[in-house]
C-alpha cells in the first residue's frame, strides 16, 4: 500500500488544491491532507477551520483523509508511514521553490519520493492568497473554492471589517 502527504497550509482550500489531491488519490492507494498549523505567514482560518473545511471538501472520497500537523513534513510522513509527498505545480516560478524543497526534504529522508502534479490548466491563476484578496474586497469567488469555503470567507471578512490586516495590498486592489 501506498500512502502518500499532501502536505499545505489550505488557507482556504480551493480548486487547485482539490484538482491536485482528486487526481493523487487516483494514482496512490491513500491520499492524507495534510493541514500544516504554524506556517510563516499570517492566516486567515485556525488550524481546526481549516482542517474541519478540508474534511467537508473530500468527506465522499473514501481514499482521501485529511490531518493537521505541526514540525517537518517528512516527519510526519515517517510518523504515519508515507512513502510519497504530493506537491502542486502551477507556474515556472513554483518548479525553483519546489526543486529546492524536494532536494531538502530528499536530504533529510532519502526514503521519501516526492511527486508533482501538474496543475490543470484552469486551475494555473489560483492561489489562496488570490482567492483572500478577491474575497476580502469583496468579489465572487465561487468559482475558485467551493460554497462552504466562499461562505466561510464571507463570514471571516465581515467579522473583521474594514480594518483587516489578513490580505496584503496588491494590484487586485488598484
Partial sequence: MIRAVFPGTFDPIH???????????NLFDELVVAVYDRPLKTLLFSPQERIRMTQETFA?????????YSGLTVEFCRKINAQVIVRGLRVFSDF??????ALANHHLAPEIEVVAFITAEEHTFLSSSTVR???SLG????????????????????ELGESQ?????????D
Wanted: glycine share 6%.
Fill in 15 to 25: 480548486y487547485g488544491h482539490i484538482d491536485i489531491a482528486n487526481r493523487a488519490a
Fill in 60 to 68: 465522499s472520497n473514501p481514499k482521501i483523509s485529511v490531518m493537521g
Fill in 96 to 101: 525553483e521553490y519546489e526543486f529546492r524543497m
Fill in 133 to 135: 484578496e478577491v474575497a
Fill in 139 to 158: 468579489g465572487d469567488v465561487s468559482t475558485m473554492v467551493p460554497p462552504l469555503v466562499a461562505e466561510a470567507l464571507k463570514r471571516r471578512f465581515r
Fill in 165 to 173: 490586516q489578513i490580505v496584503p495590498t496588491t494590484s487586485l486592489r
